[in-house]
C-alpha cells in the first residue's frame, strides 16, 4: 500500500482546524483502501489555540501529527521543512485557510498515477479581491518573464510532490527556499490543474507588505540576473545621454554665448535623477548580497520544540 502524507503548515489558524480536517478526511476517503494516509501539522509558534487544538486532535487520532516550532520561522521556512520531514511515497501541501480545496486532493493522485512527479493546483481565477488579485498575477508575469527558467503562473505550492522530489530537496541546503521557483528548476514532469480560489472564510490573512515584498525578492533574486544587468544597462545608457546632453549645452553656448544662459535647473534635475538612480540599484544589489548572506550562514531551517505522534 503506498503512503502519503498530507502537509499543513498552520499559523493562528484555530477557527479552520476543524473543517480543514473534516474535508481533508472526506476528501480521501474513497482511496483509503488503495494508500496509507497521515496528516501533518507544522505550527509556527501559534498564539491562539492552535497548538492546544493540534494536541487534542492528535490524541484522537493517531494519524494526525504535529511539529511544533520553538518561534514563527516564517512562512517560507516552516512549509519547505515540513516537507523535508515526510518519508511517504508522496506529499500533499495545502494550506489551512481553506484556500487550496482539500477535494483536489484526488485529482493531485490521479495525475501521480500518471507519473507525474509533481502535481500543482494552478488559480487562473479567484475569489478574492480583484485588485489583490490582478497584481499577485501581474507578479507571477514578471518574474516568469525575468527568469532564466521556466516558471509557472499562478501557482503557490499547493499540490503533490513525489518521494524522488523530496529527497533532491534534500540535498540542496538551501537557507531561503522559493519552493515555487525549485520545483521549475528542478526539471521534473508538473501536472497542472487548474482551480477557482475561494475567499478566506474565517480568520485573517498571515501576508502583510513584508511577506509579500520578501517572497517577491526571493523569486527575483533567485531566479533572475536581469535586474542587474539592467543596472549596468542604464547606467551605460545613462552615462552616453549626459554626455550628449553636455556636448549639446556646449555647442549651443559656443554659437550663442550672450543670449544663452543654462542656469541651475538642468544640473540640479540632473543630480536628483542620477541620485535616485543609483539608490535604487544599490537597493537592487543589496538584495542580492543578503540572498548571499543568507545561504552562507548555514542557519537551521526551523527549529522544533515538540513533536506529536511520531
Known sequence: MKTITLLTPTFNEVENLEELIRRVWAAVEPLKGKYKFTYLFIDNDSTDGTRELLKKLAGADPRIKAIFNMRNFGHLHSPYYGLLQSQADAT???VADLQDPPEMIPKFIEKWEEGYKIA???????????VFFFLRKTYY??????SQVRLLKNITGFGLYDRQVIEV??????????LRGIICELGFPIAQIPFVQPVRK?????NNFYTLYDTAMLGFTGFSKVPLRLAAILGFSGSVLCLLVGLLYLIYKLLF??????????MVIGVFFIGS?????IGILGEYIGAIHSQVRKRPLVVEKERINF
Open 92 to 94: 500533499i501541501l495545502l
Open 120 to 130: 500543482l493546483g494552478v488559480k487562473n481565477e479567484s475569489e478574492e479581491s480583484p
Open 141 to 146: 508575469e514578471l518574474v516568469a518573464k525575468l
Open 169 to 178: 530537496l534534500r540535498t540542496l541546503g538551501d537557507q531561503d527556499p522559493y
Open 202 to 206: 474565517r480568520g485573517i490573512t498571515k
Open 257 to 266: 554665448w550672450e543670449r544663452f544662459s543654462a542656469g541651475a535647473a538642468p
Open 277 to 281: 538612480v543609483q539608490l535604487f540599484f
